[in-house]
């Protein structure tokens, strides 16, 4: 079984959509949990940083982690074009190494 | 400040040759990686280094070796290039175990 499992999508939805992208994983000491965009050929960047369980809000943005299910959420608000880009899910625990979902597509369509 | 600069971006190599990609970064992180990034797969560790002096393996080191002489420089070395090899490779680096990574632009190698 995969340390993180996310839907490779792709995903097109219309500007202005409301967009939920989401990983589980099956290890339960997971406790950092933050999403990466990447831009075609380019470094992953971060968007969002999330400790435990919870809710975090970052303008358009909102990460949730339900660590009882085991299951980790990003929400964009509003979705623009220049949100089209490759999101990746990473977690870890108080170890070297950080786990990545293997990203989802995502096209926000004009 | 640069943040993390790997070169080259772009490589071919012939079955067997080496090759060193190199990575520098200006921040004073402790911590540094190499990742390769295959289509469907994700980003998987190769390599990483909390510190001048201290390598270890990561999740698929075989081929591959680092070093880590300074802070700031990690070069990840292909001794006998094959093509299983080829991938995007990103080096990043980070201030503590579990803080935000910084990545590279990545080095696109083929190997033919």
């Known amino acids: 079984q995969k340390e993180v499992e996310q839907d490779p999508g792709p995903l097109s939805v219309p500007e202005g959509a409301i967009v939920s992208l989401n990983c589980t994983y099956s290890?339960?000491?997971?406790?950092?949990f933050m999403w990466y965009r990447q831009y075609s050929r380019k470094g992953p960047e971060l968007l969002m940083y999330?400790?435990?369980?919870g809710n975090k809000e970052d303008g358009r943005f909102t990460a949730q982690v339900d660590k009882s299910s085991k299951y980790i959420s990003l929400f964009i608000r509003d979705s623009q074009p220049s949100d089209s880009a490759t999101y990746l899910c990473?977690?870890?625990?108080?170890?070297?190494?950080?786990?990545f979902g293997t990203g989802t597509s995502l096209t926000v369509i004009p | 400040n640069a943040g993390v600069t790997q070169t080259p971006k772009f490589r071919i190599l012939k079955i067997g040759q080496s090759m060193t990609l190199q990575c520098t970064q200006d921040?004073?992180?402790?911590?540094m990686y190499w990742y390769r990034q295959d289509p469907g797969m994700g980003l998987k560790l190769i390599y990483y280094?909390?510190?001048?002096?201290?390598?270890d393996k990561g999740e698929v080191p075989n081929g591959y070796n680092v070093s880590r002489s300074t802070t700031e420089d990690f070069p990840l070395r292909l001794e006998l290039a094959a093509p299983s090899q080829t991938s995007v490779y990103f080096c990043?680096?980070?201030?503590?175990?579990?803080?935000?990574?910084?990545f590279g632009q990545g080095t696109r190698l083929t190997v033919v």
């Open positions: 990043a680096s980070s201030y503590g175990s579990n803080t935000e990574a910084f």
């Open positions: 290890n339960s000491a997971f406790q950092y």
């Open positions: 999330t400790y435990s369980s």
């Open positions: 990473a977690m870890g625990n108080t170890g070297n190494q950080f786990y």
């Open positions: 921040m004073n992180h402790n911590y």
């Open positions: 280094s909390v510190g001048a002096g201290i390598t």
